[in-house]
């Protein structure tokens, strides 16, 4: 899918219900007649990764989406940032540019009063060419960040919900994975996130950017109060950039330090972390513990390399410390739903909700952030915020 799809809401939400009896196939449940209680894929969707021939079976980038001026200045010399993915050369990756998860939160960070948001994560689609290769994921990836009014929020709701909700833990979607990429399913589901999601809505445009070997760099664009977007300083810190390298390996890491009082930098290298005694590597755990955890830490006072490593790093320390699992904390997030079901994070992988390579990832905070958005969503208090007329379509 190259272009935007520009239905109405109305005819999107007379659309879903069309399909809506799909979502009864398989482990899917049919729209709720009930009050609105979505569960974790119902509102945070992880794309299946493509198969051969499905390149156009992901929303494609565009203009309506993200301007492909702001994505240029990725790899321009006069902004002095890195290009989204260094093996890619010169080669313009803006149209290789594929949607792959999407998140909704009715109060993002906790903000007063409440702003409803819609984050996208894209990736580019590898090959670059036409040659018939398998389709791959870079490890690049941007987020795209939506602030919605509460109507065309409630429209995306109710839009989802007629396709139906989707049991089971958060993973690559179940709907998604049972119904296929090419189905009517997928394509509805498709169009009511681009229908949400226009540009005069972006608020927020950040990237993960990868250099030739283990260099990870992350930045921030902002929206002023003019329309223009500038980078933003990075949480935590002085500067408009944050990076992370490790060329080390499962084993023998030698990841470089942050000097921040929230990361244990003694957990980045497999020598200082064996090197630790019990008591100091629980402290270590601890700080990692609370970067996971959406009730303690918030993601505007941490650096955006720290988050993006600590669950790798809490995997990876544990591993060198010779346990078969990471270490519990006290300062853990006390989670009701199912663990996510995806691979333990591995070594190198820094996504949060997206595919590093062919591997779908979840991060324990994503994870944890989206139960309390189900629960949210759930609550009297959100209905209660709504107009009447937009209540009664969550009831």
């Given amino acids: 899918m190259h272009s935007r799809l520009s239905l109405p809401v109305s005819l999107v939400g007379s659309f879903f219900v069309a399909f809506a009896s799909l979502a009864g196939c398989s482990n899917g449940t049919s729209p709720d007649s009930g009050p609105y209680a979505p569960r974790a894929n119902d509102v ?134 049972r119904e296929g990429l090419d189905s009517s399913y997928a394509q509805a589901m498709r169009a009511a996130l681009v229908t949400a999601c226009e540009a005069g809505t972006l608020t927020r445009f950040t990237f993960m950017a990868t250099g030739r070997s283990k260099n990870w760099f992350f930045g921030i664009f902002d929206r002023a109060s003019d329309g223009s977007f500038a980078l933003s300083t990075i949480p935590g810190t002085s500067m408009t950039s944050d990076s992370f390298t490790d060329q080390g390996s499962p084993g023998f890491r030698f990841g470089t330090p942050f000097a921040v009082s929230w990361f244990p930098d003694s957990l980045l290298a497999t020598d200082s972390t064996q090197a630790l005694s019990p008591t100091e590597y629980s402290e270590g755990v601890d700080r990692l513990a609370r970067l996971a955890n959406p009730d303690l830490v918030s993601t505007s006072d941490v650096n955006c390399a720290a988050c993006h490593v600590a669950d790798t790093t809490r995997v990876q320390a544990s591993l060198d410390r010779g346990a078969s699992r990471p270490e519990t904390s006290a300062f853990d997030f006390p989670a009701s739903l199912p663990a996510p079901d995806v691979p333990p994070t591995g070594f190198g992988n820094l996504h949060a909700f997206s595919w590093a390579f062919e591997e779908p990832t979840v991060s324990a905070r994503t994870a944890h952030e989206v139960e309390l958005v189900v629960r949210a969503l759930r609550s009297e208090g959100f209905r209660a915020s709504l107009a009447p007329q937009l209540r009664a379509l969550l009831e």
């Fill in 44 to 177: 945070a969707i992880l794309f299946p990764h493509p198969e051969m021939g499905e390149d156009d079976l992901l929303i494609a980038m565009s203009e309506e989406l993200l301007p492909a001026a702001l994505f240029a200045q990725l790899g321009d010399s006069d902004v002095g940032l890195p290009r989204l993915a260094e093996g890619a050369g010169s080669t313009d990756v803006y149209p290789r540019l594929r949607v792959t998860s999407a998140r909704l939160d009715p109060c993002f960070d906790n903000v007063t009063p409440c702003q409803r948001q819609v984050r996208l994560v894209a990736q580019i689609l590898f090959p670059l060419t036409s040659d018939p290769e398998p389709p791959s994921l870079s490890d690049a990836s941007i987020h795209l960040f939506y602030a919605l009014d509460d109507e065309p929020f409630v429209n995306l709701l109710v839009a989802l919900r007629a396709l139906g909700s989707e049991r089971g833990p958060l993973g690559v979607h179940p709907g998604l994975l």
